[in-house]
């Protein structure tokens, strides 16, 4: 949605976050989902 991909966008440029803040997950692999939902 795209509302949640502005929410990092506005915080930082009101300057109440700093991409110091941010956090990028990696993708799982087929092993961890499987394991988590089996």
Known sequence: MLKYELIPEQ???????TTNNLFVPTSC???IV?????
């Open 11 to 17: 915080l930082l440029h009101e300057g109440c976050i």
């Open 29 to 31: 692999t087929d092993e």
């Open 34 to 38: 499987l394991l988590t939902h089996t």
